[in-house]
């Protein structure tokens, strides 16, 4: 289940933050290649095409590393083995 909920939350952030760096992808693409701006067409450019590409890309981005991370949590021990206690009754133990 915690699995589950993380890759949810990393679509959610994934999401968020893909669509806002498409969204500067779309403006220098834009401001790199003269768009034309006649009737808004730059801004719908970047509104309804980098900014849509950015969100799923970076949705299935941050889905796929959350979850990699959350089962690899299960793999790894967290808790050191308990050593045995040294036996010997030297001064020097």
Known sequence: ??????????LFLGALGGA???VGAGFAWVELFHTSNFEGYSG???????????AILGGLVGAVTFGVLAWRDT?????????????GGTALD
């Open 44 to 54: 719908m450019l970047v509104f309804f095409t980098f900014m849509p590409l950015g």
């Open 1 to 10: 289940m915690k699995i589950a909920l993380l890759v949810v939350l990393g």
């Open 75 to 87: 793999e790894i021990r967290v808790e050191r083995p308990q050593k045995p206690p040294r036996r």
């Open 20 to 22: 806002a760096l498409g």
